[in-house]
């Protein structure tokens, strides 16, 4: 899938189309399912910021961050074509870093590889001590699915949850 943003599109509507277009392509096929789709993309100074991709990518991002606060957007859609059902919400989590020493941020990557991650770090694992502090109404969001609103959303489809 081609997770390009559209000419002009801002980060909260690109985030909520790839998280509905994940969705929808497998909802589709699956009619009578219940389907989920999610998507994250980080941005700085309102800018979109990729995965970094490379290890030299994912120093460079961390870098930039150093001693700033980054947002996470989350997406998440969920979808059930025989029940016309359709829910989406984005998450925000605004991501404080520390600041941080050359040396930690090279350690760091070179322990997590996060280069397939979008903002370079993976809070799961050694990057949650990138940060100072991080805010969300959903903090399971920043692993990249928000399950606090998905829970939500399959109450409304009448799940018993827990």
Avoid: H, W
């Amino acid at each position: 899938m081609d997770e390009t943003p559209l000419r002009g599109e801002i980060a909260d509507r690109l985030v909520a189309r790839l998280a509905r277009d994940k969705a929808g392509s497998v909802a589709r096929r699956f009619p009578l399912a219940v389907v989920i789709g999610s998507d994250q993309v980080v941005t700085c100074d309102e800018e979109i910021i990729g995965k970094p991709l490379t290890s030299d990518g994912a120093v460079a991002q961390l870098q930039r961050f150093n001693g700033r606060t980054v947002q996470f957007l989350t997406a998440v859609s969920v979808l059930c074509e025989e029940m016309a059902f359709e829910y989406e919400r984005t998450v925000f989590t605004e991501t404080c870093f520390r600041p941080l020493s050359d040396d930690e941020i090279y350690r760091y990557v070179k322990q997590d590889q996060p280069q397939d991650c979008a903002g370079s770090f993976k809070s799961e694992a050694a990057g949650i001590s990138l940060l100072s502090a991080m805010r969300s109404d959903d903090p399971t969001a920043i692993v990249g699915l928000p399950l606090i609103t998905v829970s939500e959303a399959l109450r409304l489809l009448g799940f018993a949850v827990p």
